[in-house]
T-cell receptor, first 115, second 113 residues
Framework: DVKVTQSSRYLVKRTGEKVFLECVQD?????MFWYRQDPGLGLRLIYF???????EKGDIPEGYSVSREKKERFSLILESASTNQTSMYLC??????????????FGDGTRLSIL | AQSVTQLGSHVSVSEGALVLLRCNYS??????LFWYVQYPNQGLQLLLK??????LVKGINGFEAEFKKSETSFHLTKPSAHMSDAAEYFC???????????FGTGTSLTVIP
């Protein structure tokens, strides 16, 4: 089974801090994704990466950056955390093979609170 | 462009009753369709997927979904609800080009004892 591991389940930070959320997958997947999930808004894509050092903006990239130095690891960075970034953050990975019919596999999420 | 609409952000059913969660999609090309379930404080888990072939798809935990191209729908059903089915359910669409999924806003299922 695919395993996507997010480094923290719960995280509390202060406004203005630089925050790192880490995600590791063990299936050699080319594609990795970061979403935030808020009540009533579903999942919104922040960034995704289709290869090492490659990234593309999703729907809500403002205030975030990402890093993918190794294939298995995809990091989300909040450059200067603000209270409106309090949310559930979900990481996912997906194979690049076989077109669009492969599912995304999700980690357990990081519930981030910015005080 | 692709989009997904889930009708009903909250659905309540009695234990043992039929579960029906609705999903309609918009896609300019043949879609691949997925249902995910999310239990409290967990990530999303794949329930089932439609890619090609048989339009009635069976998934885990007794759920199934039927792809109806004419109605652009992919509704999720389960004949008899169990308390453990209480969760958030997400419908998603993908296409052959590009890497993105397009998710609906989710339906929260409550099962009443």
């Amino acid at each position: 089974d695919v395993k996507v591991t997010q480094s923290s389940r719960y995280l509390v930070k202060r406004t203005g801090e630089k925050v790192f959320l880490e995600c590791v997958q063990d299936m050699d997947h080319e594609n990795m994704f970061w979403y935030r999930q808020d009540p009533g808004l579903g999942l919104r894509l922040i960034y995704f990466s289709y290869d090492v050092k490659m990234k593309e903006k999703g729907d809500i990239p403002e205030g975030y950056s990402v890093s993918r130095e190794k294939k298995e690891r995809f990091s989300l960075i909040l450059e200067s955390a603000s209270t409106n970034q309090t949310s559930m953050y979900l990481c996912a990975s997906r194979t690049g093979e076989a077109g669009g019919n492969q599912p995304q596999h999700f980690g357990d999420g990081t519930r981030l609170s910015i005080l | 462009a692709q989009s997904v609409t889930q009708l009903g952000s909250h659905v309540s059913v009695s234990e043992g009753a039929l579960v029906l969660l609705r999903c309609n999609y918009s896609s300019s090309v043949p879609p691949y369709l997925f249902w995910y379930v999310q239990y409290p404080n967990q990530g999303l888990q794949l329930l089932l997927k439609y890619t090609t072939g048989a339009t009635l798809v069976k998934g885990i935990n007794g759920f199934e979904a039927e792809f109806k191209k004419s109605e652009t729908s992919f509704h999720l059903t389960k004949p008899s609800a169990h308390m453990s089915d209480a969760a958030e359910y997400f419908c998603a669409v993908s296409v052959n080009t590009g890497n993105q999924f397009y998710f609906g806003t989710g339906t929260s299922l409550t099962v009443i004892p």
